[in-house]
């Protein structure tokens, strides 16, 4: 669902902005610590509630501000984001309230791209867990649900493996039960949507700078073709007792990313595994958009400018081919001179928190939503 208005109040140094996009592509440039990444942080924060340059929400507004709104309307509904002084983050869906994190993001799925993308193959599992979990949520209605129990059984568990005398009525045995049930409906159901979103992705990622024979394993958290997870948890009780949490499980799935048999990270080089990613994220965007028909908005935040000519040339290739909605930033006004050949764009330079349009193209209106010139600062 491509965002069509954007309205952004006391965000980093952008005070007050207006914007309306193009469906396709837009460019916005200017030099560093211009603005132009604050306008990504912010579709980032209404589909996430969380910001990607901050640990905390309240480090984005403005220093100052009494408060910060960001508001996007796309064809049929508006979201809302707003931030009063030290109060906790209001959210709105159509100017209702809602509570529900998970509402925005299946609303307005985005997917960055980053300078700190192509760490996810050095960073922990946890990180790359994250990764397929995202396309676990977007395309398995259930997989919510699902995780959900998993991780508030596992956490019952993990407190009566810290409290001995739990462990001997009968508490222990109960949570264990109910972690392998929980455990093996999530393994299961990731294993079933994995299988063809890895040999999806392989094919997708097969010809990217530097990338030979390819392999994309998942590993579910324990070795599942020695023991399955009961057996697995019955063997690491004595451990898992001392230690005070369980050790083996979903919760501690990777993805092992491989070229030519070794690791992808010592493989490739600095700019090839920052291609490489930036291709592993659109192969999950293409593929989320084609088992559901929704078109994850892509966030390019200052990619181009650490790329070389032959990985930038490829990547616009990629881009081309994909009809999401994509939001580039860059110091260069054309960045992606080979992607702004193919498809219409719109331009947007950024000096000073302004945000001034420019050549614009393909620009769809918001017509059944009705937007309110009031001050969003003053609403509830």
């Known amino acids: ?48 509630g969380k910001s990607f340059r901050a640990q905390r929400m309240a480090a984005a507004v403005q220093h100052g501000a009494e408060g910060a709104v960001i508001e996007a309307w796309m064809q049929n509904t508006s979201i809302k984001l707003q931030k009063k002084g030290a109060k906790k983050a209001q959210f709105f869906v159509a100017n209702q309230v809602t509570n529900s994190i998970v509402e925005l993001a299946r609303l307005l799925p985005v997917q960055l791209l980053s300078l700190q993308g192509y760490q996810l193959l050095n960073a922990p599992p946890e990180e790359r867990r994250k990764f397929f979990d995202w396309t676990m949520f977007h395309v398995e209605p259930g997989f919510l649900k699902l995780w959900q129990d998993f991780h508030r059984t596992l956490k019952q568990r993990n407190a009566v493996l810290r409290d001995k005398y739990s462990q001997n009525d009968g508490a222990l045995n109960f949570w264990t039960e109910k972690l392998v049930e929980t455990g093996c409906d999530l393994h299961e159901t990731r294993l079933r949507v994995l299988k063809d979103w890895l040999e999806y992705t392989k094919n997708y990622c097969q010809d990217m700078p530097g990338v030979k024979n390819l392999s994309l394993d998942y590993l579910p958290g324990w070795n599942a073709e020695e023991v399955d997870y009961a057996e697995r948890l019955a063997l690491s009780l004595r451990q898992d007792s001392a230690l005070g949490y369980t050790r083996f499980g979903p919760h501690r799935a990777d993805l092992q990313i491989s070229v030519a048999g070794e690791p992808a990270q010592q493989m490739l080089s600095t700019g090839q595994q920052k291609t490489f990613v930036a291709a592993l994220q659109l192969a999950q965007s293409q593929w989320v958009a084609d088992c559901t028909d929704k078109h994850p908005v892509l966030l390019i935040d200052d990619l181009p400018s650490e790329l070389d000519k032959q990985a930038r040339a490829k990547l616009s290739e990629t881009l081309s081919k994909t009809p999401s909605q994509i939001f580039i930033t860059s110091v260069e006004k054309k960045a992606f001179s080979t992607l702004l050949k193919t498809r219409p764009q719109k331009m947007f330079h950024v000096e000073h928190g302004l945000v001034t349009a420019s050549a614009a193209s393909n620009v769809a209106s918001p017509k059944s939503v009705s937007k309110q010139a009031v001050n969003p600062l003053e609403t509830a």
Do not use: H, P
């Not at 140094?13 to 309306?20: A, D, G, Y």
């Not at 469906?23 to 924060?45: F, H, P, Q, R």
């Open 1 to 48: 669902m491509a965002l069509q208005r954007l309205n952004i109040v006391n965000i980093r140094n952008i005070s007050r902005q207006e914007l309306i996009f193009s469906n396709d592509i837009n460019v916005l440039y200017g030099s560093n610590g211009s603005g132009k990444t604050s306008v990504l942080e912010a579709i980032y924060m209404l589909s996430t």
